[in-house]
């Protein structure tokens, strides 16, 4: 029964860290060793035995995923091609319907086949574009590409 109430406990710690902008390191440590302690593995057996190693595997599997991203938003975003979709994205639906648009565009992308991590890079450098067209923010737009997974 304790270990249930631990995981509930990181869960809901996790989410409360998460919303008050602490680094996502240290809330994944705290959280998984909450969990790890209430379900009698100990902190060093949690720490070294399960976060370290899956920590590891993730990061191993997505690190280049996410420079790759990273490098190609940053390209869309210097050559202007990502101003220039978001023109013409103004341009066929309006500034109304600007958050349409974007929907569209990431349900697009994400039911077409590019990951969900890999689409908020090529997906940002429009949306700041849009925001700025449209004089709405940036998070805003940020919101609506979340909720579309």
């Known amino acids: 029964m304790i270990g ?14 998460a919303f008050h902008r602490v ?10 060793i909450i969990v790890g ?16 190693p899956s920590a590891g595997k993730w990061l191993t599997d997505y690190f280049l995923m996410f420079v790759l991203s990273g490098v190609y938003a940053r390209v869309l975003s210097n050559s202007g091609s ?10 066929i ?21 590019v990951s969900g991590l890999v689409s ?6 429009i949306a700041v574009n849009l925001a700025r067209e449209s004089n709405k923010s ?3 737009f940020f919101i609506m590409f979340f909720s579309d997974f």
């Not at 908020?120 to 450098?125: D, E, G, N, R, Y």
Request: a positive charge; aromatic letters at 16%.
């Open 120 to 125: 908020i890079f090529l997906v940002w450098p």
């Open 4 to 17: 249930y109430i631990g995981i509930l406990a990181g869960v809901a710690l996790l989410i409360y860290m």
């Open 23 to 32: 680094n996502v390191i240290v809330c994944t440590v705290i959280c998984s």
């Open 37 to 52: 302690v209430t379900n009698g593995l100990g902190v060093w057996g949690t720490f070294t035995d399960f976060y370290l």
């Open 138 to 140: 940036k998070t805003l």
């Open 82 to 91: 990502a101003a220039a979709i978001a023109y013409k994205i103004v341009d």
């Open 93 to 113: 639906f309006g500034k109304k319907y600007v958050i349409l648009a974007f929907t569209l565009l990431v349900i697009l992308l994400t039911y077409g086949g």
